[in-house]
């Protein structure tokens, strides 16, 4: 038995998911106010035969225990499976993590808060600090936003960090591992930050990961960070998103912008949903982190700095990583920051005013072309063309197909033409998105599916794939979610959770046919995608019962009615395509 089912077996969902909300017995469920969005009437469902849980009303989605935890706590997997192994007192092997450097992880979040809690009393209290001090005064911060963000200052030494730390118990190799010193002639080692207004750098758990600096003159460079450490990544981290991630849940939407103060200011003003990306590009991993609590964002960085490459990064983003993104065009010349002490209602303004990633995209496009010329025309429509073809949604391309073609005045069929013709852009960023009893068979097609997927790589561009919800196993979910975020089997290696690799080794070396390999894979995906809408109306029955019964209000039932009519409608699409398919294959 593998620690992810030993860790299933000892854990009763209903026991977990009621730490988080009040569960009543329903028939052979358990029926609750859904965790996840705010409700008056109850449309989240447990079901402890399946140890599952599904919600019927906004979210409209479900999963197992791992799923649910990792959903509500904002964590991956492995955090997750060593949540679920803690609390279920299931000791994961040290095959699967090292203990050694799990303390050593820990040591580094522990000299991060020394350190900053050593910057904080110089800002505070210090003499030194107070060239920092008559800066953050003359930005606008209150003590109270500086004491929140944990702001500090290092002084202009060349080891009193050092020195402070060590004479606390930690030795010079941890403060080398946590980027807090540099190694100068020697073995001498220095302090890294000297002279600077510090920004500690905390992950969605209220760790600090790391450090931001900023000069307080005008000498260059001027903003430090930290380096790559064990537990910094800056190419992954979020600047606020320990004091954003409940107003981006509650709002539903993560306004992203670019510096330090630019957050700070938002904060202090009450726009609590913002966030920074720490630099001029939003990547692949800050978007995942942030889809675990909104898949609506808005990217708020200035046109200088980000230019075409940061937006056209947005418009991928929408389309493989199933994000909402808009663009919320700045004044030029003016940063968040500047607008929001200026007038709070014209961010509020600017707020309103965003526009969806592609349309912008149009509009940068087009800014500088002359759309009455030929030459100009094709230029458009090179540029624009392998953006439309990203888009995976029919309708939606559709509609910037038919834009596009206005735009140009060529007809639609022309366009379509020569979108037919254009591959969407390659090395798009790919995400992570991310029950006890699960059918055999089932297990066998979603493990057959995978082992086509991950021996033939070429498949993940394939439009006939499978989605994550389909994967009823949680080892087969985790692989199939991390094989969309990386390029090749050495780097999902890496990625993946220890605890699912064994399983890993298995999928590849499956032997399978060589032959019609496209056709197996989009047969595969049809197959589990009636699996999973089957397994889906047959819940949604159960609920729409228990509901009549109980007396639930129309507007429930109209809901549950209306969901069971989409299931019906998709189930219809299944059958079509899958007799299409047979008498395909017949010919």
């Not at 509500?72 to 997997?77: A, C, L, M, P, R």
């Not at 490459?309 to 968040?336: F, Q, W």
């Not at 798009?428 to 790589?457: I, V």
């Not at 109306?537 to 009549?548: D, F, P």
Request: with cysteine.
């Amino acid at each position: 038995m593998s620690v992810i089912d030993e860790v299933k077996q000892r854990t009763d969902i209903v026991e977990v998911v009621s730490q988080y909300t009040t569960l009543t017995k329903a028939g052979r469920t358990f029926r609750a106010l859904c965790p996840f969005h705010s409700e008056k009437h109850p449309s989240f469902f447990v079901y402890p035969e399946q140890q599952s849980w599904h919600c019927f009303g906004a979210c409209n989605t479900g999963g197992d225990i791992f799923s649910f935890i990792m959903k509500k706590e904002s964590i991956d997997f492995g955090d997750a499976l060593r949540l679920l192994a803690q609390r279920a007192g299931v000791k994961i092997p040290s095959r699967f993590e090292s203990e050694a450097g799990k303390d050593e992880k820990e040591r580094l979040y522990q000299v991060n808060q020394a350190a900053a809690q050593y910057f904080q009393n110089l800002l505070l209290n210090s003499p030194s600090g107070e060239k920092a001090r008559e800066y953050l005064a003359k930005r606008g911060l209150s003590q109270k936003t500086i004491i929140d963000f944990q702001l500090g200052f290092s002084p202009n030494s060349w080891n009193n960090l050092k020195q402070y730390l060590i004479e606390r118990g930690y030795v010079q190799s941890e403060l080398l591992t946590a980027g807090l010193v540099i190694e100068a002639k020697g073995e001498e080692t220095h302090d890294r930050f000297r002279n600077k207004l510090m920004f500690p750098i905390f992950d969605i758990r209220g760790r600090i990961t790391g450090f931001g600096a900023r000069v307080l003159d005008d000498s260059l460079p001027k903003y430090l960070n930290s380096p790559q450490t064990l537990i910094f990544d800056k190419s992954g981290s979020l600047y606020g998103i320990n004091l954003a991630q409940a107003a981006i849940k509650q709002q539903d939407l993560a306004v992203i912008v670019e510096g330090y103060m630019d957050v700070i200011t938002a904060h202090q003003n009450g726009f609590n949903n913002v966030v920074a990306s720490m630099g001029t590009s939003v990547t692949p991993k800050q978007v995942s982190a942030l889809k675990k609590l909104t898949k609506n964002m808005a990217l708020a960085l200035d046109a200088d700095a980000a230019g075409e490459e940061a937006m056209l990064r947005g418009v991928s983003y929408e389309n493989t990583l199933d994000a909402e993104v808009m663009v919320i065009i700045l004044p030029r010349g003016k940063d968040p920051d500047d607008i929001i002490k200026q007038d709070a209602k014209i961010w509020r303004h600017l707020l309103e005013e965003s526009l969806p990633v592609v349309d912008y995209t149009f509009n940068m496009v087009i800014s500088n072309l002359d759309l009455t010329t030929a030459k100009d025309k094709a230029v458009a429509a090179d540029k624009l063309l392998p953006i439309i073809a990203e888009i995976k949604e029919p309708v939606r391309q559709a509609h910037y197909l038919q834009k596009l073609a206005r735009l140009v005045k060529v007809s639609e069929r022309s366009i379509e033409v020569a979108l037919s013709r254009v591959k969407p852009s390659q090395g798009r960023p790919k995400t992570k998105e991310s029950a006890t009893l699960y059918p055999l068979l089932t297990n066998r097609l979603e493990e057959y599916c995978l082992a086509l997927l991950l021996q033939h790589p070429e498949l993940k561009q394939s439009y006939q794939g499978p989605s994550p919800e389909y994967f009823q196993n949680t080892e087969n979910r985790e692989i199939f979610i991390t094989w969309q975020q990386v390029n090749d089997l050495p780097s999902l290696m890496e990625e993946l959770d220890p605890a699912i690799r064994e399983n890993l080794h298995s999928l590849i070396a499956k032997n399978l046919p060589s032959n019609q390999i496209e056709q197996k894979y989009a047969n595969c995906a049809l197959r589990l995608r009636e699996e999973f809408l089957r397994s889906l109306e047959i819940k949604r029955g159960e609920v729409l019962a228990l509901v009549a019964e109980a007396g639930g209000i129309d507007a429930e039932l109209a809901k549950l009615q209306e969901q069971g009519i989409e299931v019906s409608i998709q189930l219809g699409e299944v059958f079509i395509q899958k007799a299409r398919r047979g008498q395909h294959q017949r010919r």
